[in-house]
Each structure stands twice: as C-alpha cells, then as structure tokens.
C-alpha cells in the first residue's frame, strides 16, 4: 500500500521532469527550483526554454539581446511586470509571454540582475 503511494509520487516527479527537458520545445518548464537559486539557475529554469539558454532566443521567444530590451527601453519594472503578469505579443510574432509561475520575488531580482550582467558581458544585437 505504501509502496503504491510511493510509486505514484515518483511517477508524478518524472512526469514533471520530462515536461522540461530540451527535447520538447513546447513545454514551459515547471521544475523545482531551490529559493536560493542564483540568477543564471532562474534564468535557465524559467526563460531559457522561450529566450535560449544562451539568451540570444528560440523560435519561443525573443533574444534578451536585442536592443529593445535596453535598460532605457524596457527598464527593470519591465521584466517585473512581464514576469507577473506575462506580455502580450506587441514587438514580435512569437505569441504571448505567459504569467510565469513558481518564481519568488527575490529570485525574480536575481534573474534581473543576471540578464542585466550578461547584456553588459555580451553587447546588444544591432
Ligand atoms: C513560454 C515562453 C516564454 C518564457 C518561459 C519567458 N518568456 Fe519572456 N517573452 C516571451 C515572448 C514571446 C515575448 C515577446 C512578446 C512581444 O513583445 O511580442 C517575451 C517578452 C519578454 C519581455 C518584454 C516584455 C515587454 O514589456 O515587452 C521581457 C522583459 C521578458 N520576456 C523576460 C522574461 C524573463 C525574465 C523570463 C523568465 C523569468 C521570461 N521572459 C520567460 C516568451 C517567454
């Protein structure tokens, strides 16, 4: 009996894990992520899938290089309000940014500040 309710919840945490590997493309990914969680590890668990692990985009999504996402024109209230509350199509045609779900506040920060750093490490496309 408990051995069932064991293998029920492993199945459920394979399920989740397959939803985010690489070889689905259409899968948002929903793994867990520690609270602590540095800004690259947010990054690749929650936007890499749509904007590219290397940030340069996927067909999911905009590059986070492209000088739209200049701090001048999408300043940091930008990203937290996309991330909140997603972003309708409006510069690109690559569909809506969902509501991004399972990011604290905090992590929200480091992820800000990772892309700010590697926009800056990396230049923006021209
Ligand atoms: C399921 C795909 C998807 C995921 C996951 C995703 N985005 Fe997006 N995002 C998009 C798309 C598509 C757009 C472009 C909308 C447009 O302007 O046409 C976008 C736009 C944005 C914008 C610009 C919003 C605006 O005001 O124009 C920011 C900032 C952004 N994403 C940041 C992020 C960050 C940070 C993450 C991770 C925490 C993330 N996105 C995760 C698909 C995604």
């Given at each position: 009996?408990?051995?069932?309710?064991?293998?029920?919840?492993?199945?459920?945490?394979?399920?989740?894990?397959?939803?985010?590997?690489?070889?689905?493309?259409?899968?948002?990914?929903?793994?867990?992520?520690?609270?602590?969680?540095?800004?690259?590890?947010?990054?690749?668990?929650?936007?890499?899938?749509?904007?590219?692990?290397?940030?340069?985009?996927?067909?999911?999504?905009?590059?986070?290089?492209?000088?739209?996402?200049?701090?001048?024109?999408?300043?940091?209230?930008?990203?937290?309000?996309?991330?909140?509350?997603?972003?309708?199509?409006?510069?690109?045609?690559?569909?809506?940014m969902?509501?991004?779900?399972?990011?604290?506040?905090?992590?929200?920060?480091?992820?800000?500040?990772?892309?700010?750093?590697?926009?800056e490490?990396?230049?923006?496309?021209?």
């Amino acid at each position: 009996m408990n051995m069932r309710i064991l293998g029920a919840g492993m199945l459920g945490l394979t399920l989740s894990v397959a939803a985010c590997s690489s070889d689905d493309p259409a899968a948002v990914p929903v793994a867990p992520l520690a609270s602590d969680a540095d800004g690259a590890a947010v990054y690749q668990a929650r936007c890499a899938s749509c904007h590219g692990e290397d940030l340069r985009g996927t067909d999911r999504g905009p590059s986070q290089l492209s000088i739209v996402y200049e701090p001048n024109h999408h300043g940091d209230n930008a990203y937290r309000f996309a991330i909140r509350n997603g972003a309708s199509q409006h510069h690109w045609n690559f569909g809506n940014m969902p509501v991004i779900e399972d990011i604290t506040d905090d992590q929200i920060e480091r992820v800000i500040a990772y892309i700010r750093d590697e926009q800056e490490r990396l230049g923006f496309e021209r």
